[in-house]
Structures are given as structure tokens and as C-alpha cells.
């Protein structure tokens, strides 16, 4: 009965073995069949998504090009508009055609019936000079080489003359920048300040130029009460 037993518990674990052999066999041959289709499918996606990759690289490089191109361009607009500014300011030399004036007294010598105080250049002379040369166009001018700004002063120091709190003496070389002929009759028009001068013994050349030099404004520029108003708050 035992031995019968064993028998069929034998017959039976090897029956179990060979199905398990030609299912492990049959699985493998299976594995072993599809798993190439399965790489050729791995292989065919990562190379649809490099394209995509590469694309993507393609498309933000030519965006990067184009922000660096239009970074360049505002840098530059920027640099144009800043110089504009300086030189309206006065803080960059220019050239150009002008006129040259030389104010100077006249010798005490050759005005022996008149007291030399009274017939000086004072700096109202030199002011109406110089509006008369803005008013007619000039685009720059110097006193002596001492550029004139919108914050230059131009006033009496005893016997000489201050602009831009720099002592000055005679004679007086005013360097304008503009239109040499608008420039040059605006003062000698008849009846006009050169004659006026020339009547308080005041000695007046204009002399057009086909190249006038008017150096930059040196003197520091400094607000120290005036700030920048932000936007927002109450005037």
C-alpha cells in the first residue's frame, strides 16, 4: 500500500516537473521573441524624443540670440540717448562752426575825459552778450573756456568777473558754437549790442569760424537739497 503510494506520488511530482519545464520553455521562447520588438519600440521613442529635444534646444537658441541682439540694440539706444544728454548738458566738448568774441576795455589812455570805473566791462555786459548769442541759436559757448550750463552764474567779483565761481579777468574770449552768420549779425546789426558797447568805450571783435572748440563743463554737479520725486507721492 505504502510502496503503491509512492508510486503514484513519484508519477505525479514528475508529471508537475514536465509541465513546469515546457512552461518555463514556452515562456522564455516568448520573452526571448518579443523582447527585440519591445527594444525596437524603446529605441524608436527615444529618438522621436531627442528630435523633440533638439528642437526645443533649436528654438531657445534663437531666442537667446535674439534677446542678446535686442539687449545689444537697447544698450546702444540707451549710450546714444545718454550722450545726447550729456551733451545738452554741457559735459562733453563740441565743435562746429561759431563765432569768437573778444570783449576788452578800452585803454585808459584813449579815454582820458572819462572815469575808467564808469566804463568797464561789468557782467551785465557779458550777459547780454551771451542771451543775444542764445537767442540767435548757439548751441554751446564758453567764457574763457569755462562752459556755461543752465546752473553756470556769471556775476561781478570786485574788478574781475566770476563764472562758474572761477575768477576771471580781461580780455574777455566768448567761444559760441551755431550758425557763424546768424550768429555774428545778431551782435553787429546796426544799432545792436556792439554798437551799444563800442559807445560805453567798450572794445567788441566777432570773428566767424569755420571750427569753434567749446570744452566741457568740469565744475562737480551736485543737488544737494534737490531729490527725485516718486511717483505716487504728493507734490
Do not use: H
Amino acid at each position: 500500500m505504502k510502496r503503491t503510494m509512492y508510486i503514484s506520488l513519484l508519477f505525479t511530482g514528475c508529471l508537475l516537473g514536465i509541465m513546469l519545464a515546457f512552461q518555463f520553455r514556452t515562456n522564455t521562447g516568448y520573452v526571448q521573441q518579443e523582447r527585440p520588438d519591445v527594444l525596437t519600440q524603446e529605441l524608436k521613442q527615444l529618438e522621436q524624443d531627442y528630435q523633440v529635444l533638439l528642437a526645443e534646444a533649436t528654438d531657445l537658441e534663437k531666442s537667446l540670440k535674439q534677446i542678446e541682439q535686442g539687449g545689444n540694440q537697447t544698450y546702444e539706444v540707451l549710450q546714444n540717448e545718454l550722450q545726447k544728454v550729456r551733451y545738452a548738458a554741457g559735459l562733453e566738448p563740441v565743435t562746429g562752426t561759431g563765432v569768437v568774441v573778444v570783449m576788452d576795455n578800452m585803454s585808459t589812455t584813449k579815454r582820458t575825459d572819462y572815469d575808467p570805473s564808469l566804463f568797464s566791462i561789468t557782467y551785465e555786459d557779458i550777459l547780454r552778450l551771451v542771451n543775444e548769442l542764445r537767442a540767435a541759436g548757439a548751441s554751446a559757448i564758453s567764457i574763457n573756456g569755462e562752459r556755461l550750463v543752465s546752473t553756470s552764474e556769471i556775476r561781478n567779483a570786485g574788478k574781475f568777473i566770476d563764472v562758474n565761481l572761477t575768477r576771471l579777468t580781461t580780455p574777455y574770449e566768448i567761444k559760441a558754437v551755431g550758425d557763424p552768420k546768424k550768429l555774428a549779425s545778431s551782435l553787429q546789426i546796426t544799432g545792436g549790442l556792439v554798437d551799444t558797447l563800442k559807445e560805453w568805450s567798450i572794445l567788441v571783435t566777432v570773428t566767424t569760424k569755420e571750427e569753434v572748440t567749446v570744452p566741457a563743463y568740469t565744475t562737480p554737479l551736485d543737488f544737494d537739497y534737490a531729490k527725485p520725486l516718486k511717483e505716487g507721492k504728493d507734490q
